[in-house]
């Protein structure tokens, strides 16, 4: 597993929200500031945030972005695939391949995925706060 600077960002973008929670609507560029991050990869992250439906867009002089939901109500594994698609620690695993049926490793790829999961599952956006 490899997360990249998209889903990395997807989440501290998530963070920053959860964090000025309730003061309105974020600005990209303030968060950019804040993250110390390029507005251009922050604007990569949002658009996959927003087309996954857990932020809420405003444009004009004081638009930005705000949550969808409440901060304990996203998982980091979901916030993650937004950016990334997978999490998956080897491909075959999301695509197979022609070994699948006798690979001896496989099953230890598959396990470990399990794990990844349940525990970014197990982590909400609210405990990121603490």
Known sequence: MFITTKGRNALKIMVDLAKH???GYISLSDIAERQKE???YLEASAASLSA??????AR???GGYKLARKAEEYTVAEILLSGE???APVSCIET???NSGTCMTLPLFKELD???MKFL???TLKDLLK
């Open 21 to 23: 929670e309730g003061e």
């Open 38 to 40: 390029s507005l251009k």
């Open 52 to 57: 996954a439906g857990f932020v809420v867009s």
């Open 60 to 62: 004009g002089k004081s």
């Open 85 to 87: 698609g997978s999490l």
């Open 96 to 98: 197979g391949c022609e």
């Open 114 to 116: 399990e794990v990844i």
């Open 121 to 123: 599952t197990s982590k």
